[in-house]
Nanobody, 121 residues
Framework: QVQLVESGGGLVQPGGSLRLSCAAS????????MGWYRQAPGKERDLVAV???????NYADSVKGRFTISRDNAKNTVYLQMNSLKPEDTAVYYC???????????????WGQGTQVTVSS
């Protein structure tokens, strides 16, 4: 199994920046994807950004051009650089890890504990 530990959340003013980190440990298969979901109160948990072990990326339309996901394989860590933050970015951000199954991606997912990001004046 894989354990994910998140850090980097906090309170920031609109237009500010934060960098989230997620350190993974445990048994990680070579074909995997790691990224970030977020969930605001009363809302669904939505994908923010994801990067596969092959370094392919996907971003939610709402964060394209503002957020950048990256991976440090030596540290088994994924980062989310968040710039030009908006109040609508306020949410709990969850790191996740997912592996390839026999065919396609497995349905079971490992989650970090979540870190609060609040964008407010």
């Amino acid at each position: 199994q894989v354990q994910l530990v998140e850090s980097g959340g906090g309170l920031v003013q609109p237009g500010g920046s934060l960098r989230l980190s997620c350190a993974a440990s445990g048994s990680m298969f070579s074909i995997n994807r790691m990224g970030w979901y977020r969930q605001a109160p009363g809302k669904e948990r939505d994908l923010v950004a994801v990067m596969t072990s092959g370094l392919s990326t996907n971003y939610a339309d709402s964060v394209k051009g503002r957020f950048t996901i990256s991976r440090d394989n030596a540290k088994n860590t994924v980062y989310l650089q968040m710039n030009s933050l908006k109040p609508e970015d306020t949410a709990v951000y969850y790191c996740y890890y997912n592996e390839a199954g026999t065919t396609g991606w497995r349905s079971d997912t490992y989650w970090g504990q979540g870190t609060q990001v609040t964008v407010s004046s």
